[in-house]
Structure formats: structure tokens, C-alpha cells
């Protein structure tokens, strides 16, 4: 059974930082392609950040100078930090880990940039 626990949310003041975590388990975690979605209030979802196997990352636009997904395959792990956050970055972000048809979601913390 597969579970993506993920941490890191939270209050952060325009400007700060933040890093994600989940934690994944149930998987093969280094064969996966992990990423990070984030779904705004009345908006899709939509794809932040990525990292392939390999350890090929590639980011939304939005977000490219700004945020860096890791991945440590000892640890089962994928981050995302987040420097230079901007109230707009306000969403609930979700983990994916993603193998073909494969596909499973965290619960998604949700990220709040608000002074």
C-alpha cells in the first residue's frame, strides 16, 4: 500500500522560505518519478516541480529560480524548497509519485504566504 506523508507547511511571510518533505513508503521509491502540485483556491491543479528517477528535474515557470525539488532515495524522500515566497504561492501542495499508469497522492499540507 502506498503512502506519501507529507511536511513542511505552514504561515510563512512574503519574501521567507520554506522546505517540503513526504516521506514515501509502499514503493520502490528510487524507480518513481516524484513531484510537487499545488491547487490554489478555485483554481487546478497544477504541476510545480519534478524529478525523474534519474534525478532530471524541471520546474512550473512560476516557480523556476525560486524552488528546488531533491530527491533522497536512502530516505524515500523528495523536498521542495521554496526561498523568495510570494502570497500567490498560497495553495495546499500535494506529493505525487508517478511510474507509467502508476500514480499516488499525499495529503497536501497547505502553504500560507501572508504577512
Known amino acids: 500500500q502506498v503512502q506519501l506523508v507529507e511536511s513542511g507547511g505552514g504561515l510563512v511571510q512574503p519574501g521567507g522560505s520554506l522546505r517540503l518533505s513526504c516521506a514515501a513508503s509502499?514503493?520502490?521509491?528510487?524507480?518513481?518519478?516524484m513531484g510537487w502540485y499545488r491547487q490554489a483556491p478555485g483554481k487546478q491543479r497544477e504541476l510545480v516541480a519534478r524529478?525523474?528517477?534519474?534525478?532530471?528535474?524541471n520546474y512550473a515557470d512560476s516557480v523556476k529560480g525560486r524552488s528546488t525539488i531533491s530527491r533522497d532515495d536512502a530516505k524515500n524522500t523528495v523536498y521542495m524548497q521554496m526561498d523568495s515566497l510570494r502570497p500567490e504561492d498560497t495553495a495546499v501542495y500535494y506529493c505525487n509519485a508517478a511510474l507509467g499508469a502508476l500514480s499516488a497522492w499525499g495529503q497536501g499540507p497547505l502553504v500560507t504566504v501572508s504577512s
Open positions: 509502499g514503493i520502490i521509491f528510487s524507480i518513481y518519478h
Open positions: 524529478i525523474t528517477s534519474g534525478g532530471t528535474a
